[in-house]
């Protein structure tokens, strides 16, 4: 399979716990961005790194929140002291080049926190 | 603020219809329209459109997108029930770095 994989696919934690999440990129695309999606709505886009540099982080992205992409390929998205509104789908998605080519979303990690 | 509205909302049509999705929006420095289609997973991308009055087509499927009118709107003919899904509607902007702004879709169910 060559497309966008994530992991965990689904993952269920308590209050204040952190949680990791890994996504690995198309091989060639040299950009990958982190998205939020809730129930009923659009993706919201969170952050997106060129590489190994990350460029652009939204507002939405707290200081409990970092995401890391060491070597320009995987990246991980960190969540610390998760909270019941951090419940959401996360959607990782990869673009080659630098224009505004298409983005390729993987199958997404399924985060709820009890 | 950036805005992207989709209408309608939801839709419940019979095989064989012809649905047509509409998609406006009201960015600055607007670059790309693009739109997915997303079942019980990933967005999978549909068309991306950049250039007003060129129409973009895959099968049934075929957008375009008014820059003037600030809007896009995707046809599917023929529906089937393979069809039911919410199909999204983002915008890229000039000065975004390529992130995606989206709308909150449509739900379309196509019943047999």
């Known amino acids: 399979d060559t497309g966008v994989s994530q992991n965990p696919r689904h993952k269920i934690t308590k209050r204040g716990q952190n949680v990791t999440f890994r996504c690995d990129p198309i091989s060639e695309h040299n950009r990958l961005y982190w998205y939020r999606q809730t129930l009923g709505q659009g993706p919201e886009f969170l952050t997106y790194?060129?590489?190994?540099?990350?460029?652009?982080k939204s507002r939405l992205l707290s200081d409990r929140f970092s995401a890391e992409r060491p070597k320009g390929s995987f990246s991980t998205l960190e969540i610390q002291r998760t909270e019941q509104g951090d419940s959401a789908m996360y959607l990782c998605?990869?673009?080659?080049?630098?224009?505004?080519?298409?983005?390729?979303f993987g199958p997404g990690t399924r985060l709820t926190v009890t | 603020e950036d805005k992207v509205v989709q209408s309608p909302l939801s839709l419940v049509v019979h095989e064989g219809d012809t649905v047509t999705l509409n998609c406006s929006y009201e960015?600055?420095?607007?670059?790309?329209l693009l739109w997915y289609k997303q079942e019980k997973k990933a967005p999978t991308f549909l068309f991306m459109l950049?250039?007003?009055?060129i129409e973009k087509k895959s099968g049934r499927l075929s957008s375009i997108l008014d820059k003037k009118e600030l809007f896009s709107i995707l046809n599917i003919t023929a529906t089937q029930t393979g069809d039911s899904a919410v199909y999204l509607c983002?915008?890229?902007?000039?000065?975004?770095?390529?992130?995606?702004?989206f709308g909150e879709g449509t739900q379309l169910t196509v019943n047999p």
């Open positions: 790194f060129q590489n190994e540099a990350q460029l652009e």
């Open positions: 998605a990869s673009s080659q080049g630098q224009g505004p080519y298409e983005q390729y």
């Open positions: 983002a915008v890229v902007k000039e000065t975004s770095g390529s992130r995606l702004t």
């Open positions: 950049t250039s007003s009055g």
């Open positions: 960015v600055t420095n607007f670059r790309s």
